[in-house]
């Protein structure tokens, strides 16, 4: 399949169409991004590679780390942590508290803001400097040293960060939080703030195309551990448009409120989009538009 030349021919039919998105403005360092940036990267399990636009300009990746908090999660607690966190869609915004109270501080998914923070807990308890060797397992993901925090957009997410600051407290009151919640509020807006292009992201997740294993072969997650990630991703990535994201594109997947997704064809390739003007649903809009087209014209859907 001639990869290159569809997705130069998604490319240029994307990039010019009205982008009826607007920027994450409620993080004021997300304002300032430049709204017409937009790049595609795509990497196979076979080692080809193939990138076009901004696909090496690095962005705020944001809700696309709780995957690689989860996977991180998984692998310390295995099984146990499904009695914290659900796997269920929400129904609800990612920032929503109504359904914690119904679920007794049970957050529906890791994927939603009160989950992360749940797994961001379980990681603070688990690492011996969690900051520190968190970021260190995301760049042996991706075989890139560079890859970092941003301290400028966390330190913007934490100026405006109330819903956030009442989600953790409200968890901690049903005993669902371990640490003190200040100290899992900080972890949270540093994992959500790390910067990475689509090209370290696609590379980075290429592990849940290639059996839970880096394409060097180091092991990251076990198969069946990675099978239920990506199920994860198919339901829940997409905050209340999973189930619109999976009609349409038909790949696991996460977005991001800074303009990224990342969407995984098991045993065949990942794809990052990136364009920052997202949807009324929090996903960037072109890059919902690119995916469509090209699993459509690439007849590459899981299903």
């Keep these: 399949m001639n990869f290159k030349e569809i997705i130069e021919g998604v490319y240029r039919e994307v990039k010019d169409i009205d982008d009826r998105g607007k920027l994450a403005s409620y993080i004021p360092e997300l304002a300032q991004v430049n709204p017409k940036r937009f790049g595609i990267h795509l990497s196979t399990v076979d080692n080809y590679q193939f990138g076009v636009g901004h696909y090496t300009e690095r962005f705020s990746i944001q809700s696309i780390s709780k995957v690689l908090a989860l996977t991180l999660a998984y692998k310390i607690k295995n099984q146990r942590i499904w009695k914290r966190v659900g796997i269920e869609p929400s129904g609800t915004s990612f920032n929503s508290l109504v359904q914690l109270e119904a679920d007794k501080g049970i957050p529906r998914n890791p994927f939603i803001n009160a989950g992360a923070m749940v797994i961001a807990d379980i990681l603070i308890t688990h690492l011996k400097n969690p900051k520190k060797d968190f970021i260190a397992f995301v760049r042996s993901l991706s075989n ?3 890859i970092d925090y941003s301290e400028t957009v966390a330190a913007s997410e934490k100026s405006v960060g109330y819903r956030n600051v009442a989600l953790c407290n409200f968890i901690k009151s049903f005993g669902n939080i371990e640490n003190h919640p200040q100290v899992v509020l900080d972890f949270y807006f540093d994992l959500c703030s790390i910067e990475m292009n689509c090209q370290e992201l696609s590379e980075t997740f290429l592990f849940l195309a290639h059996d839970g294993k880096t394409l060097s072969g180091t092991p990251v997650l076990t198969n069946h551990q990675t099978k239920r990630i ?18 349409k594109v038909g790949l696991p997947g996460k977005s991001g ?4 997704i ?8 990942t794809i990052a989009v990136w364009s920052p003007r997202l ?5 960037s809009y072109k890059g919902v538009r690119v995916l469509e087209k090209f699993t459509k014209k690439t007849e590459s859907s899981i299903f």
């Design 144 to 146: 890139n040293p560079s």
């Design 230 to 247: 990506n199920a994860l991703m198919q339901t829940c990535g997409f905050y209340d448009e999973s189930g619109e994201f999976a009609f």
């Design 257 to 260: 409120v800074g303009g990224g």
């Design 262 to 269: 990342i969407a995984i064809n098991p045993d065949r390739y």
């Design 279 to 283: 949807n009324a649903k929090g996903n």
